[in-house]
């Protein structure tokens, strides 16, 4: 069973995907579904001795299509859809034990490409209104697989978080006349307390505002609303401000960095002029052994408490 539920406490859907339970957790290595199927050794994912990055419809999908048969729940208060999309397994490397810290900027600038094909192809389906590509890194996070790969959601609506940032640019628009994610860049280099990593045509930095320790957006200078309106250069440019910004993560506590990578881009409908292309990564570390837990506060009231000033945390990932 799968379907969108809408909660109109939030005003936002639930995907129920009932059939999960039952994914693969945490198999040994050398059972790992996603490494190369080694001749002789049992089939993966992957019918391929090697490989450079791969991608692939996910086993356990929340989204399919065509969508799951609703089932017959709903009321005049009770609305539900059909659970439409498509879920994908993006993997970085055929290596194991690596991230994509250790890929080489070359093989990161080859993602990106992969990138752009995903949100071009899933984006031009009918059905999709949203390409959501991220990453779920480390046990911490509860990653089932520890294999290195991110996962795309072609979504069939707009989902919360991106809904608020386009009301909040559109806003911003219309009582300024300017871009909000061009003037917080703005702001950002201009007071430089809190950039992680700044080059040509990116600026990572932890937002004055940020939620997560070690926070960091990543932004593009250029006002562009997807991977479809990246030069080259810029594409360079990414897989570079990328590779440094993850290495610095890895330097912060001396271990791989367990965090969420989150690629906010325009929806795949519509103009959307007013929005701006960024990352959002989120750690859970707090320090090296506490993690940071989403408690009352945060997922009772929807209020995030940070115990580090955004600027300290700027400062400890630039090694200062
Ligand atoms: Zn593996
Ligand atoms: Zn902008
Ligand atoms: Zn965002």
Known sequence: MSELRWNPQLRQWVIVAAHRQDR???????????CPTLPGAFPTEVPAEDYEIVVFENKFPSLTLPPAELGALDSELY??????????????????????????????????????????????????????????????????????HGQIYA???????????????????????????????????????????????FAAFVPFFARYPYEVHLYPKRHL??????????????????????????????FSLPY?????????????GEYHF??????????????KYLAGVESGAGTFITDMSPEDQAKKLRGE
């Open 24 to 34: 693969t957790h945490l198999p040994p290595a050398e059972f790992c579904p996603l």
């Open 155 to 201: 979504m069939p609506f707009i989902p919360p978080v991106i809904a608020t940032e386009l009301a909040s640019a559109r806003q911003h628009k219309e009582e300024r006349g300017t871009c909000l994610y061009c003037d917080i860049l703005q702001e950002e280099t201009k007071d430089g307390s809190r950039l992680v990593v700044e080059n040509e045509f």
């Open 225 to 254: 609303q997807s991977f479809a309106h990246f030069t080259d250069e810029e594409k360079q440019g990414l897989a570079q401000t990328l590779k440094e910004l993850l290495v610095k993560y890895d330097e912060l506590f001396g």
């Open 79 to 148: 609305k539900t859809a059909p659970a439409a999309g498509i879920c994908e397994v993006v993997l970085y490397s055929s290596e194991h034990n690596s991230s994509l810290a250790e890929a080489s900027v070359e093989h990161i600038r080859n993602l990106i490409e992969v990138w752009t094909d995903r949100y071009l192809e899933l984006g031009s389906k009918e059905e999709v209104e949203y390409v959501y590509i991220f990453e779920n890194k480390g046990e911490a996070i509860g990653v089932t697989l520890s294999h290195p």
């Open 278 to 291: 960024h990352f959002e990564f989120y750690p859970l570390n707090r320090t090296a052994t506490k993690l």
């Open 260 to 272: 969420i990578m989150a690629i906010h881009q325009a929806p795949t409908k519509g103009e959307h």
